[in-house]
């Protein structure tokens, strides 16, 4: 499974074509304009100190600047639109090719992490706000939902992990956990 540029770009054009508005009131629709950031940006704004400490290898690996939707933009975004309160969300979301179609990936960074605690706080509900907007995109959704930690906390959050699901099998069942090296790895590379 790769990324797809080209299908992340044409949801990006499309925003304001007619191919998505969310509705802000009886009379207006609110068209989403500036939901794209480039991969490489929003790592290191995820992370100033990751990427002093790898000195920029992994970011330099990434193939070409991809553009991605962040997905903080677009909540920000539709939430203005229906004057609501801002709804927590992932960070991001792009279009894979699996080969036979494509899919539409969520994820969160959690690359300013320096322990894991408790690594599944707050990711239902962001998961569950993430998809409601993403789902207006008209692409399928993967069914996992990846969170990307920072390379040397693997060990601890494997163990994190473990502990949570002897506690509860059924916990977390939509998430991906993945370092941020096998994650350019897996989609970028």
Do not use: W
């Amino acid at each position: 499974m790769k990324f797809s540029q080209q299908e992340t770009i044409n949801i990006i054009q499309h925003r304001d074509n007619g191919s998505f508005y969310f509705p802000c009131s009886k009379k207006h629709v609110y068209s989403l304009g500036y939901i794209h950031c480039c991969l490489r940006i929003l790592i290191e704004n995820n992370s100033k100190e990751l990427c002093r400490i790898y000195k920029d290898p992994i970011l330099k690996s990434i193939i070409g600047n991809p553009l991605i939707i962040d997905m903080d933009k677009l909540e920000s975004n539709i939430s203005s639109a229906q004057k609501q309160q801002t709804r927590k969300s992932l960070d991001f979301y792009f279009v894979i090719n699996d080969g036979n179609d494509y899919l539409g990936v969520l994820g969160d960074l959690k690359l300013n992490k320096k322990s894991v605690v408790n690594p599944y706080k707050e990711l239902e509900d962001k998961k569950n706000n993430s998809k409601l907007n993403a789902n207006s995109f008209s692409i399928p959704i993967n069914d996992k939902i990846y969170i990307v930690y920072p390379d040397f906390l693997m060990e601890e959050l494997r163990s994190v992990l473990n502990r949570k699901n002897v506690e509860d099998p059924d916990i977390g069942n939509d998430f991906e956990f993945i370092s941020l090296r096998d994650f350019i790895k897996d989609f970028f590379i």
